[in-house]
């Protein structure tokens, strides 16, 4: 019990350190500033072993992680951005440890340069992130965080990953091509072209055998 009790510290400790990036200074973007910031999550799936999660409330999470990275950013071009809720699963409590379901959301984004009207991306951009640092999590967060502290952490990532797709696009927003910081470390992220999320979400949920 009491090597539990230290794992659910040691957890807890983490979770607090996932969000500290946004006292840091943001990834240099350039002459960003953000326009329109649009969440979508109409025709979300949900994986069958999740806690249900409402369209309205992903959109405001996705939204106010969005608000949170991206205002931020004081350029002097505006550029809108929008982003899908594809598909999520969120870790249920009273799961048994050994089976450790993993809390993922995945995303399709898309970026705007307001005053041209135009979308800079020729294609959504797909994102899959995991709830902590690491997809390997030792425990279904199921047992450590309510929804909403599940939903904040994947959206917080989800807007990470966003913003590490953007500034490897410098171009974009008036850079020319360099290195990212050292400290930009993008929160754990798979890049998926599929039309489905579905099959890209399964297989990691479970640890492997």
Not at 34 to 44: F, K, R, T, W
Not at 77 to 94: E, H, S
Request: proline residues 7%; aromatic residues 6%; contains cysteine.
């Amino acid at each position: 019990m009491r090597r539990l009790l230290s794992l659910f510290l040691a957890l807890g400790l983490l979770a607090a350190c996932e969000t500290n990036d946004l006292a840091e200074a943001p990834v240099p973007l350039g002459n960003f500033a953000l326009g329109l910031n649009i969440a979508v999550a109409d025709n979300m799936q949900k994986v069958p072993i999740s806690r249900d999660a409402s369209v309205a409330d992903w959109e405001a999470s996705i939204i106010r992680a969005v608000e949170n990275r991206f205002r931020r950013y004081d350029g002097t071009k505006t550029f809108n951005i929008g982003i899908n809720v594809d598909a999520y699963a969120l870790a249920p409590p009273g799961i048994p440890i050994v089976a450790s379901p993993k809390s993922v959301l995945v995303v399709s984004a898309n970026i705007f340069d307001d005053a041209a009207g135009v979308k800079l991306n020729a294609e959504p951009k797909q994102l899959m992130v995991f709830e902590g640092v690491s997809g390997d999590s030792l425990i279904g967060s199921g047992l450590t965080r309510t929804k909403a502290e599940q939903m904040e952490a994947l959206s917080y990532n989800a807007v990470k990953a966003v913003e590490r797709w953007l500034a490897e696009n410098p171009q974009w927003f008036g850079l020319a091509a360099a290195p990212l910081p050292a400290g930009a470390a993008a929160a754990p992220v798979v890049a998926t072209s599929a039309t489905s999320a579905m099959p890209a979400l399964l297989p990691a949920l479970l640890p492997a055998n």
